[in-house]
């Protein structure tokens, strides 16, 4: 049979179209003589936890579950506590003397903290100080004081139960999260002049005690704060007339206002105002039972140039005056303390 060279041609360029890939598809490259294939990735192997330091440990309070633990704290005054200088005395013609501070009247200090641990929660702490009325609050497994107690007590509980954070070894230095003073109950005449602060615990040793280790603690603490106190007037008696809402109305009410403010100026004679805290002490904690075995230290809180109205607006975060201060744990809980309010 004879074929016509167009048809061959055509017949010829169909054959090869249909053969040619189709666009965009790509061609495995050949492999060298001799190549073998990656065996399949292996499944990610979870890697063991680090082991923890063995000259590090983690100070925490251990307690079971409801079988709670209470510690004595005893502030003795150290002799001289209730001194307080001479104000000083201006000289010159109608100087008038500056208002002298009350003395420090240090009162010995006596407090049971409870702590329990109920079944699900926080830490539960009863602060129950001689004298006063008990107060309650909660606490984490570190000791830091969650929440409850009032200012005073707050800090004082943070001083004694509040332990560092992560792992600490021979050394190893971490602070308090707690302020020894408070400037604000002096109100906004009151301009900071120098302050000072230092907040330290430091684990200075580790040795064993039969199947448990003894942790020491020294904490070196002191906050100062000194400045100027200008007493400010009170706001202007001025009664409104009731001006109404007309706009010559309410810009003699807005000018009233305004003079209000000017007469919240300072006024009076500016005082010298200092506080200062420190606070000194040495603890062993048991680390495997997870509490004191023993802390002692001392304590000194003085303001001067203020009299605070009552406790409560206190500057100085802990009790006034200088104290000797002992905690020691108690044998079970005493019945009096009602530990079924904690529950």
């Not at 501070?101 to 699900?120: G, M, R």
């Not at 005082?271 to 495997?288: A, H, N, Q, W």
Request: net charge neutral.
């Amino acid at each position: 049979m004879k074929r016509s060279l167009p048809g061959l041609v055509l017949s010829l360029c169909t054959l090869f179209a249909c053969k040619e890939p189709p666009p965009g598809e790509m061609e495995p490259i050949p492999r060298p003589a001799g190549y073998e294939a990656p065996p399949p990735p292996q499944a990610e192997v979870a890697r063991p936890a680090e082991a923890p330091d063995p000259n590090k440990v983690l100070l925490r309070w251990k307690l079971a579950v409801d079988s709670p633990i209470a510690l004595r704290l005893e502030g003795t005054p150290e002799k001289g506590a209730d001194a307080a200088p001479a104000p000083a005395k201006k000289k010159g013609k109608g100087a008038q003397e500056a208002p002298a501070s009350e003395p420090a009247s240090s009162k010995a200090l006596n407090i049971v903290y409870v702590l329990q641990q109920p079944e699900t929660g926080d830490i539960l702490l009863r602060v129950v100080p001689s004298g006063g009325p008990p107060d309650t609050g909660t606490v984490s497994e570190r000791g830091f004081v969650l929440d409850g107690l009032d200012k005073t007590m707050h800090t004082l509980a943070d001083l004694m139960l509040e332990l560092p954070r992560e792992r600490v070894g021979l050394g190893d230095k971490w602070s308090l999260g707690m302020d020894l003073v408070d400037p604000a109950p002096l109100g906004p005449g009151f301009a900071t002049k120098k302050s000072d602060r230092r907040n330290s615990v430091k684990l200075t040793a580790l040795t064993p005690e039969g199947d448990d280790r003894v942790a020491t603690l020294e904490y070196d603490l002191h906050e100062s704060v000194s400045g100027v106190l200008s007493p400010l007037a009170g706001p202007s008696r001025i009664k409104l007339q009731g001006h109404g809402k007309s706009p010559l109305g309410k810009k003699k009410e807005k000018d009233e206002h305004e003079h209000e403010k000017e007469q919240e100026k300072p006024t009076g004679t500016p005082r010298d105002v200092s506080m200062v805290v420190t606070v000194t002490g040495r603890g062993e904690f048991l680390v495997k039972a997870g509490r004191w075995r023993a802390w002692q230290g001392s304590l000194s809180a003085r303001t001067e140039g203020y009299t605070p109205k009552s406790p409560a607006s206190a500057t100085a975060q802990l009790p006034e005056g200088k104290y000797a201060l002992r905690l020691t744990p108690l044998e079970g809980v005493p019945a009096e303390l009602k530990l079924e309010a904690l529950k």
